[in-house]
């Protein structure tokens, strides 16, 4: 990954230094579409944060990787005093390190889990709603050119030997999971319709969900657990929630899936029943599709639903990949998008309490692995619109008591709001203007299904473009203190665990930042 091309790209830096002046810092747009500019601009800061430390740090044989898509900071503070108390700490926050990833993508200031997904899994920043492809492609270009497809963390791991898999609460094709194993110009594209209804051709342009059962990456995986089982059968067949799949080609991607680990022992489940009786010493495989869609709230999970919870899958999936046989170790991906759709729907109380699910999961994975050769990573992908305002008393419940009174309208107001959502309308009123929010509350007897207010009216909430925090423990993961572009996650796992070649460049790279600092010195003080 590093050696020559790195180095020669740092010579060439050398040169620039030495042959301009100020101006050469400044950024150009058209810099950001070339992936190599990215990966220029970890590799230095990954040598630099290198030197930080002289004691001796292992490897990392281990990756874990946990992302709570829309967990922003103000959904961290707000879910500690909803689940326990302001002063309360999950199980992520006790990593020993943490630091902000810059979240943009190339094309927009706010990125979607796509871009955000590509960036800290492949280590290149791309466009708004694109999937492991080159920053060079636009969404919806009916291009796979291979020059332009972006490898990611899932790819370097199995290259290195490690046995790797993915649990999440999305579907297995959406979200930050698909750029573990695919490469598409739209996220959209999760099925052949999809890809049809944009005019490309799905002979060239293979769908998502294709990917993943047949494509080189996605094909290796031990263990793939989640929901959307509409995008792996044809419409011609009916789910076994009554309706039917999205397939317009005739494929039934699970049963092929099936027929090509033929020789293997290959298990496809979906109940949690099913989950529970497995001997994951007898399995070589496992395909877990646990809904049609996406996989309900954490709070709407009954005691004798058929949905897993988030913490059961990561059990599972680290038994199947902690096998005595994956001697060069593994990496697990794990993401929770329903903290993230629950924002989009203006509820709080149920993305507080994903939030809770989501630091269960977590720490059942850390409970089963050590620091000592295993780097642990938490993280969100892309922020909400969630604000804390006003001045609410310690001990009031944020959606049942008054944060404080508004000076222009004399009415309460309540201490959460969202910047955009569907719950405009139920607390703004065309003729009158602002409602009571506490007379709103009370219409609503299910307080998990309670909303709060939203200043601009949409279907679904958008995302937010705050900085992403990043938890870590475990080796090279004081790397990921302070600030830093989040394609530099990646980076640093590749780093920490010496894979695609990370190690072998370390000397030269170290060799030529010590060569850049001489002829910046020599620059500035000429």
Same mark, same amino acid.
């Given at each position: 990954? &590093?050696?020559?091309?790195?180095?020669?790209?740092?010579?060439?830096?050398?040169?620039?230094?030495?042959?301009?002046?100020?101006?050469?810092?400044?950024?150009?747009?058209?810099?950001?579409?070339?992936? $190599?500019?990215?990966?220029?601009?970890?590799?230095?800061? /990954?040598?630099?944060?290198?030197?930080?430390?002289?004691?001796?740090?292992?490897?990392?044989?281990?990756?874990?990787?946990?992302?709570?898509?829309?967990?922003?900071?103000?959904?961290?503070?707000?879910?500690? %005093?909803?689940?326990?108390?302001?002063?309360?700490? +999950?199980?992520?926050?006790?990593?020993?390190?943490?630091?902000?990833?810059?979240?943009?993508?190339?094309?927009?200031?706010? @990125?979607?889990?796509?871009?955000?997904?590509?960036?800290?899994?492949?280590?290149?920043?791309?466009? %708004?709603?694109?999937?492991?492809?080159?920053?060079?492609?636009?969404?919806?270009?009916?291009?796979?050119?291979?020059?332009?497809?972006?490898?990611?963390?899932?790819?370097?791991?199995?290259?290195?030997?490690?046995?790797?898999?993915?649990?999440?609460?999305?579907?297995?094709?959406?979200?930050?999971?698909?750029?573990?194993?695919?490469?598409?110009?739209?996220?959209?594209?999760?099925?052949? #319709?999809?890809?049809?209804?944009?005019?490309?051709?799905?002979?060239?342009?293979?769908?998502?969900?294709?990917?993943?059962? $047949?494509?080189?990456?996605?094909?290796? %995986?031990?263990?793939?657990?989640?929901?959307?089982?509409?995008?792996?059968?044809?419409?011609?067949?009916?789910?076994?929630?009554?309706?039917?799949?999205?397939?317009?080609?005739?494929?039934?991607?699970?049963?092929?899936?099936?027929?090509?680990?033929?020789?293997?022992?290959?298990?496809?489940?979906?109940?949690?029943?099913?989950?529970?009786?497995?001997?994951?010493?007898?399995?070589?495989?496992?395909?877990?599709?646990?809904?049609?869609?996406?996989?309900? +709230?954490?709070?709407?999970?009954?005691?004798?639903?058929?949905?897993?919870?988030?913490?059961?899958?990561?059990?599972?999936?680290?038994?199947?990949?902690?096998?005595?046989? $994956?001697?060069?170790?593994?990496?697990?991906?794990?993401?929770?998008?329903?903290?993230?759709?629950?924002?989009?729907?203006?509820?709080?109380?149920?993305?507080?309490?994903?939030?809770? $699910?989501?630091?269960?999961?977590?720490?059942?994975?850390?409970?089963?692995?050590?620091?000592?050769?295993?780097? +642990?990573?938490?993280?969100?992908?892309?922020?909400?619109?969630?604000?804390?305002?006003?001045?609410?008393?310690?001990?009031?419940?944020?959606?049942?008591?008054? #944060?404080?009174?508004?000076?222009?309208?004399?009415? @309460?107001?309540?201490?959460?709001?969202? #910047?955009?959502? @569907?719950?405009?309308?139920?607390?703004?009123?065309?003729?009158?203007?602002?409602?009571?929010?506490?007379?709103?509350?009370?219409?609503?007897?299910?307080?998990?299904?309670?909303?709060?207010?939203?200043?601009?009216?949409?279907?679904?909430?958008?995302?937010?473009?705050?900085?992403?925090?990043?938890?870590?423990?475990?080796?090279?993961? %004081?790397?990921?203190?302070?600030?830093?572009?989040?394609? &530099?996650?990646?980076?640093?796992?590749? &780093?920490?665990?010496?894979?695609?070649?990370?190690?072998?460049?370390?000397?030269?790279?170290?060799?030529?930042?010590?060569?850049? /600092?001489?002829?910046?010195?020599?620059?500035?003080?000429?």
């Amino acid at each position: 990954m &590093f050696r020559s091309s790195v180095v020669q790209a740092l010579l060439s830096l050398v040169l620039l230094i030495l042959t301009t002046g100020p101006g050469w810092m400044q950024v150009k747009g058209h810099e950001e579409h070339d992936a $190599h500019y990215w990966k220029h601009m970890a590799h230095e800061l /990954l040598y630099e944060k290198k030197d930080y430390t002289m004691q001796k740090i292992n490897i990392a044989k281990n990756i874990m990787v946990f992302v709570g898509a829309g967990m922003s900071q103000t959904t961290v503070t707000a879910a500690r %005093f909803y689940n326990g108390g302001d002063n309360e700490t +999950f199980a992520f926050e006790r990593l020993k390190w943490s630091g902000n990833a810059r979240t943009y993508c190339v094309d927009s200031r706010v @990125p979607d889990s796509a871009c955000a997904g590509t960036a800290f899994l492949t280590g290149v920043k791309s466009n %708004f709603g694109t999937v492991a492809m080159d920053p060079t492609v636009r969404r919806s270009e009916c291009t796979m050119d291979p020059a332009k497809k972006l490898a990611s963390i899932a790819k370097w791991a199995l290259e290195a030997g490690k046995a790797v898999g993915f649990a999440t609460t999305s579907r297995v094709t959406s979200g930050s999971n698909a750029a573990l194993y695919a490469n598409s110009p739209d996220s959209d594209w999760e099925n052949d #319709a999809n890809v049809k209804a944009a005019g490309c051709n799905v002979d060239t342009v293979p769908d998502i969900a294709q990917q993943l059962i $047949h494509g080189d990456i996605g094909k290796q %995986f031990k263990v793939i657990l989640g929901g959307g089982r509409k995008q792996f059968i044809p419409t011609s067949e009916q789910d076994t929630s009554g309706a039917r799949g999205l397939r317009t080609d005739g494929k039934n991607l699970i049963n092929e899936w099936q027929q090509s680990k033929q020789g293997a022992n290959a298990t496809y489940i979906t109940t949690v029943n099913q989950l529970a009786s497995l001997d994951t010493s007898k399995i070589d495989y496992l395909l877990g599709l646990f809904d049609y869609d996406h996989l309900p +709230f954490s709070s709407d999970i009954a005691n004798d639903s058929d949905t897993p919870a988030l913490v059961r899958m990561v059990h599972y999936s680290l038994e199947m990949l902690q096998k005595p046989e $994956h001697t060069d170790g593994f990496l697990l991906f794990v993401e929770d998008g329903n903290i993230r759709r629950a924002h989009g729907q203006n509820k709080p109380r149920k993305a507080f309490d994903q939030v809770q $699910h989501y630091a269960n999961a977590f720490n059942m994975a850390k409970m089963m692995a050590s620091e000592t050769n295993t780097l +642990f990573i938490s993280m969100n992908d892309v922020g909400s619109t969630l604000s804390l305002s006003g001045y609410p008393d310690r001990a009031s419940d944020p959606l049942d008591t008054p #944060a404080g009174t508004s000076s222009a309208d004399g009415l @309460p107001y309540l201490g959460l709001s969202y #910047a955009t959502g @569907p719950a405009h309308s139920a607390y703004y009123s065309p003729g009158t203007g602002r409602l009571d929010p506490m007379v709103v509350l009370q219409g609503v007897p299910n307080v998990r299904e309670r909303t709060c207010p939203a200043g601009v009216p949409m279907a679904d909430g958008v995302d937010g473009g705050e900085d992403a925090t990043v938890y870590a423990s475990g080796p090279w993961a %004081f790397m990921l203190s302070g600030g830093y572009e989040q394609h &530099f996650v990646a980076h640093t796992i590749a &780093f920490a665990s010496c894979m695609d070649g990370a190690c072998d460049g370390a000397a030269t790279l170290i060799l030529s930042t010590s060569t850049i /600092l001489i002829a910046l010195g020599v620059r500035l003080f000429a």
